[in-house]
Each structure stands twice: as structure tokens, then as C-alpha cells.
């Protein structure tokens, strides 16, 4: 029984850390680490005056296909300061945040007309919409939208053969 009980809670450990979206830079693929760069670069650019903007976490799930890019990370200005050789890129050992200093949400995305685009602001600010107008300009993917399943009941309440959202 203590062999079972053992080997249940390893299971269901693994299965909750597999779950989990990595946020250590260090573990993340050489794509993602790219993107990221690009909204540290910026970051630091509009942010980071004297000290160190870094990453600390994804706020949703990235999306890195080639025909679809969107990686939206959440950067917090730090307590190093800014060195020049590596200002912009992720510091492993800079990890307290600044006290008093705002979140900051960046965006880096393929827009509507398949350029790139790189926006950071500052989080509070975007969510209360005031970065709307440009951030609309990138796509909103929705992984298996386009299946079958995806399709919404139509308003009138008719049933469709065929659509097995729809019956």
C-alpha cells in the first residue's frame, strides 16, 4: 500500500508540474527566448532608465507558428543596474523587483499586414484599454477554432445536420 500511495502522488506531481507554463527564462525554447528579447529590448528602451527591465512571466499562452506570432510577457523593472553590454538581454541574477515601479505588459505579434510588431506599456494601462487602437491591430488566434466543434448554435435555435456544434 505505501508503494501505491507513493507512486500515485509521483504521478499526479508530474503530472502537475508537466501543466504548468514554464516562466524560467533559462527553460524556455530558443524561439520564445528571441521573442522575448525583442520585449526586453524594448522594455528597457522605454522603461528601464537606470535599472535592469527582465522577464517574469507569460500573461497568456504564446503562440510561436510561423504563420501566427503572439507572446505576450509580463516584464518588471528590477533592482540592477543597467550594465552595457547586456541592458537589454535577460539577467538570471536580477530577479527582485524595484519598489514602487509598475508592471509592464509587451506584446510582440505578426499584425494584420503580416509585419511584426512590438509594444510594451505599462500593465495597469492596459488593461484599463488604453492601448486598444495598436494592440488591435494583431490577430487573435484561438487554437481549434476553425474545427467543427467551434461552430455556435445559430440564434433562431434551428438544429443543422452536420454542424455538431449546432445539434
Not at 516562466?23 to 528602451?45: C, F, M, P, V
Request: proline letters at 4%; glycine letters at 4%.
Amino acid at each position: 500500500m505505501d508503494v501505491a500511495l507513493k507512486l500515485l502522488l509521483l504521478a499526479a506531481l508530474t503530472l502537475l508540474v508537466s501543466a504548468q507554463t514554464p516562466t524560467d527564462y533559462r527553460h524556455l525554447s530558443i524561439t520564445l527566448q528571441k521573442h522575448i528579447d525583442k520585449a526586453l529590448e524594448e522594455g528597457n528602451r522605454r522603461f528601464g532608465r537606470d535599472h535592469h527591465v527582465d522577464f517574469h512571466s507569460f500573461l497568456k499562452a504564446p503562440m510561436t507558428m510561423q504563420s501566427s506570432l503572439n507572446v505576450n510577457v509580463l516584464l518588471k523593472v528590477t533592482t540592477c543596474m543597467k550594465t552595457d553590454k547586456n541592458a537589454y538581454k535577460h539577467r538570471h541574477e536580477c530577479d527582485t523587483q524595484k519598489e514602487k515601479t509598475p508592471w509592464i505588459d509587451c506584446l510582440v505579434c505578426k499584425t494584420t499586414s503580416d509585419t511584426e510588431l512590438v509594444h510594451c506599456a505599462i500593465l495597469r494601462e492596459v488593461l484599463h484599454g488604453k492601448h486598444q487602437e495598436i494592440r488591435k491591430m494583431c490577430p487573435v488566434y484561438h487554437t481549434g477554432g476553425s474545427g467543427p466543434v467551434a461552430h455556435k448554435m445559430p440564434n433562431d435555435n434551428t438544429k443543422q445536420v452536420g454542424c455538431l456544434g449546432c445539434i
